[in-house]
């Protein structure tokens, strides 16, 4: 390995676009002007590593620590106190301006806390690809660092290796990559060296191999023709950098409502301000009058009670197996209208399995799921022909099956550990079988030839077993095993009986092997020319990559909910449409529309909006085109969540209002770029989140519902106070106290609110449906107004009683407060009445009223607080009509439920 670092180039090449898949492999050395036999010598290759750059992906910068909490100041409302306090300072009222910035200070901190997150994407790029690789330099093999490689190096791959750039195969031996992370299929693909037209899709290039794929069989070499941020892996790292941070239905709305209440609260601090100077007041007294309504106006303790509310959220969700990475998330699971999925891992189990097996002209379901040989075969007798066929599979296998640390472990083939499993579902251990047959000779999988045969010492006879595609293995067969184990002779009736069998398979999205056997003559080698004739054919296996039992039902459920489910895979458009139809996500089952990436290629973007709207299954899609998808359903009002797991999934989750990443099974790239990552690979997860979203947003609806009456109640009586010319009933400082304690100790309970019952039978909130309708907003104002009636007269009656002023205003907070405290249970729910609700379901809003309570006796009799607050103690009387006015309100605000509910 080279202890050189490679650097940034000064000038990176751009190369213009070539279709490496349609070159011969001699033109495709040509054009990197290199001998594949030789490969680039040491100092060309540090000349293009100085043009090109070193082939690792390039990190996205990020915001600083400062830049995060400088943004945090930046806010319309936070501008407002910020304001606020400097002229308070001004007019030399320091308490005032210290709570003021207190507010400030401590609201920021917590935000800059919550938004400490970082953006990892790329970084998890650069793990994904391979660190060492084979290469060949001026004609010697070496190990190298793959950041040195450069378009025009040769690489060797074998079993096992990470593919460390984009590579046009130039030999390859039985070389098979898994490429599932990048295209979406599952199975591996066999590799060739000829040439493919232009318009391949990528996921049917097959003379190419991938950075960050893996090889699982064979051997190969082949030419690099594109390094960092040229490869598919490179490209999908710019797709996801130039995905924007998407705003969620919640922030959208709470910036428009921030900025609307900005404007409001300028307007009629203003207009304070002109009256007031108007009616001949002295301007510094107007001027507290306006910082005072601008103040009381302000929901200080939304920002931060919506943070905690949402944190509430998270860690209810980490409790059912959801990971939430980026706060807002928690409430746009609740607002989502379209899930757009992808099949392999997510839907699916990502374990390839035997469902079916046909032998001795009978067919066979086996069952159980995944790698864990746990299941049974049903539907017919199996006989003799189905065992046989069973031992071919598991003899001409080399995959590895055990049992360890708890767990079923597996290496090799996915197809080949899918029939070791379904062998042993049927009483064969594979390690018994090579113990009592042991191999003798092979002939590895070909991709030409598509069949892999082995040569076994069966009670003292050599026997061929070979197994492939059933398309090479069946003109070869000129016997068939029947039930009874005894050898016939293989008619037409048969071969179409054979072929029928088949065809009905595939069409159900399986996929075929067949196994076939030949007695040979002892001390024969073992040829290609043993598998062209004279074979018995034993039978099929039948698999596919299974759909999740749990994910069915999650489908089922989100219908329900209103919740729309498109499937959106880089796999075979049979395939897809089978396992949509399984799942239900197919409306029109077996027969629905499946639209191909092909397909997609030629729509232009108002085409594609309607096909969106009308397809619930997209295959074969490549990384730009599930970006494509996602935006469009976007354009049409459709807040979006998008579920993936591999590296050709990222984009689209950046991009995505809600993007979703399995934990166990998903890649890092795919766990960076999005917004919640679900620790059990469960599509039914999701359905749990959703649920608990929706439950989240209902609590923050019910708070600021809660919270905004107090701020306008507020506001009112201080221009009540401007136009009647009285001294202001509740001074700044009384309004501060009462916005963040409320909101702390009366607020916060909310968030604690179990969900309702049938809230996943309801659909979901249109994506520009008002954070409060016009019910609610008619109800804040109900409540604002009995509020300023009930404040301002018992001030004003206060007064006309001949108490002093700090008592009259401290009756007029306290009044405020208790008004609250009710209506906090009238909050509980927003539809049904206080009677409705199971009173000790939430402690939390007891907890919360009487720890209010006693910080209200504290300020009204404390004298420290009554001093830092200028108010004064108040005697019984008061209390009963603050009990009153407050029990008045309560009933009020439910007579007005009772009759909307029966108004509807």
Known sequence: MTSETPGTPVNPVITPVVHWHALSTADAASHHAVDPGQGLSEEEAAARLARHGPNRPRAAPRRSALSRLGAQFTQPLVLVLIAAGVVTGALGEWVDTSVIFGVVIVNAFIGFIQEGKAEHALAALARAVAT?????????????????LVPGDVVWLAAGDKVPADLRILSGKQLRTIEAALTGEAAPIDKHTDPLPADTLLADRRNMAYAGTMAVAGQGH???????AATETGRIAQLISAAPEMATPLTRKMAEFARLLLWVILGLAALTFVIGVWRGEAWNAMLMAAVALAVGAIPEGLPAAMTIT????????????AIIRHLPAVETLGSTTVICSDKTGTLTENAMTVTELWAGGACVTVEGHGYAPEGALSGGEPGSALREALIAGALCNDATLVFESRRWQHAGDPTEIALLVAARKAGLDENTLRHLFPRQDE????????????????????TLYAKGAIEKILPACEMQLASSGHEVALDAASRELIASAAAAMAARGLRLLAMARRRVAAGSALTEQALDAGLTFLGLAAMMDPPRKQAIASVRTCHAAGIKVKMITGDHAVTARAIAAQIGIARDGDGAEVLSGRDLAQLD???????????????????????RLVRALQAQG?????????VNDAPALKQADIGIAMGLGGTDVAKEAAAMVLTDDNFATIEAAVEEGRGIYDNLVKFISWTLPTNFGEGLVILAAIIAGVTLPITPLQILWINMTTAVLLGLPLAFEPAERGIMYRPPRPPDAAVLDAILIERVVLVGILMLAGSFGMFLLALERGQAMAEARSIAMNVFVAIEIVYLFNCRSLRLPV???????????????????????????WAPLNAAFSTAPIDARAWVEIAVIALAAMGIIELEKHWRGATK
């Open 605 to 627: 973007d108002d085409a594609l909006q309607a096909a969106v709207a009308r397809g619930d299954v997209f295959a074969r899609v490549e990384p730009e085109q599930k970006l």
């Open 835 to 861: 009677s409705a609700m199971s009173a000790f379901s939430n402690p939390w809003v007891w907890w919360g009223a009487g720890l209010q309570l006693l910080l209200q006796l504290a300020i009204t009799y």
């Open 638 to 646: 459709e807040v979006v969540a998008m579920t993936g797991d591999g």
């Open 443 to 462: 002939l590895p999988f070909d991709a030409v030839r598509q069949t892999m045969a082995t040569l076994h010492e069966v009670e003292g006879r050599p």
């Open 310 to 321: 949402l944190a509430i959220g998270v860690n209810r969700m980490a409790r059912r197996r």
């Open 132 to 148: 060492e690789t084979t290469v060949v330099r001026s004609g010697r093999r070496r190990r190298l660092d793959a950041a040195h």
């Open 222 to 228: 082949g030419l690099i023709v594109a390094t960092a």
